[in-house]
Every structure is written in structure tokens, then in C-alpha cells.
């Protein structure tokens, strides 16, 4: 018997670019909640931010915040695996955020480079820059292993920046709104992770993985799953994956795309009969 197990990128990919709404992939949403398969998110977001999508989604899986930073894991969800003392069982698998930010401070005054991350703005700034509400401008700004940016330098001060950046143990990844700066970790750690999780957890199952993504940074968790979903998407360059997997493309743009392949992939292997 298969299990499947869906990871997804959220801005772009489960998320309108614009307006945020996932509204368009309600159908297969609702699909994979009446099978009970897992859909981990995993995107640069905060825990912050995804606790209010996870309520909206009415989703109680394990989630994986700021690219691979951390992993949550609800209490009880593996039921042999030991628990942490962090909130919703938090586990740093990257960074900690004050050491970035402390790092980024450094390379400012030494170098001069124009760039602006989170740490630098008033909620209404960053609220004004992403188009996010006050309030969850806030929750954006609440991080725990990663730091977003807008580079406002040349392309060639950016080479030398993410050479600095990585002497000083750190890298950076383009998103599809901002640079994150952020430890040795990507969206795959929290992925690779799960998996071995969820392969203790359904022993007696055969695990089918799944990701959608929709920018290079879902480049390394499309290339851990069995199933690379890329969503087409008119603001991001697509990621390039190098996998043996064939890599599904939707032809439709985000949560669009989103519900098309998943609804593609459940014909492919519905639980329901097994
Ligand atoms: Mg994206």
C-alpha cells in the first residue's frame, strides 16, 4: 500500500503571489484532508505566519519554517519520537537568527553594501514593502533562524557579499520576494528529516514523496521526493532540478497549478480503494 506525503512551498506555489489566497487549490486541499495524507508546508515563512495558514487549512501536520531553519513537529504526532521543550516541539536545525543578524551588522559597516533586511524596518515598513497587514507584517518579522533582505546593490557587490557571507558559515538563497540569509540548511533538511520520520511512523507502507515548488529555493527539497512538482509561475525564474524523477510542470500558474497536480497525482495513487 502506497502513502503519499505532499510537501509544498507556499508563496507562488499553494499561495497566489499576489493576494496570498490558496481559495483555487480548495478542491485538492479538501482531498488530501479526507484521505488523511500529510501536507507538510515549508517555505521561508515563520512558525508565526503558518500557525494562522495551518488553522486556515484546518492542517495538524508537521510544518518547516524560514527555509529549512526549524522544524515543528505537534506533540504526540510521532508517538515514539522524544519531545523538546520548545513550543509546538521546535527543533533549530539551522542558525540562530541573532548570530545572522549580528554577522549581517558586520558586513554593513565594513562593506557599505546597500541592502535592507527585516531587522532594519518598523512593522509599517515591512508592511508597506510586502503588501502585508500590520499585524501580519509582525508575525513575518518574528524569526528564529533566518533573515530576509532586498538588495538594492550592483550584481557584482552581490557575488562578493555571498562570498562573504559563506567565510562567515552562512548563505544566501533567492526567494521569490527577497534574498534569505540563513545557515547551512535548506527546505530539504526539514524534508529529509520528515521522511525518515514518517518512513519509522507507516513501517508497513510504501512512501510516495511529494514536493511543489515554484522558485531555486525549493530547488534542493524537489530533488529529495519521488514526485517534483514545479508550478509555473510569471514572477519567479523556475528552479532547475537535478533528479532521475520525472518532474511534473503544471501549465497553470500557482494554487491553480497546485490543485491540478495534486488532483493529478491522487488519480495516480489513490488511497481510497487500498
Ligand atoms: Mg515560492
Redesign the pocket.
Known sequence: MNQLIIFT?????LLDHDNYSWAAAREAVGELRARQIPLILN?SKTAAEMEQLRDDLGNTHPFVVENGGAVYIPRGYFPKMPQSHQPNNMQLLGSDRQEILATLQGIKLKKDYQFTSFAELSAQELAALTGLSLDAAKRASMRVSSEPLTWQDSDENLINFRQTLHSAGLRLLK??RFYHVMGQTDKATGVSLLIEKYRTFYQARTLVTVAL???P??QGMLECVDIPVVIKSTK?EPPIVETEQSILYTDKIGPEGWNQAILQILKQYDQKEA
Do not use: F, V
Open positions: 512551498d507556499l508563496d507562488g506555489t517555505s526567494g521569490g515548488g515554484d522558485a529555493n525549493d519567479s
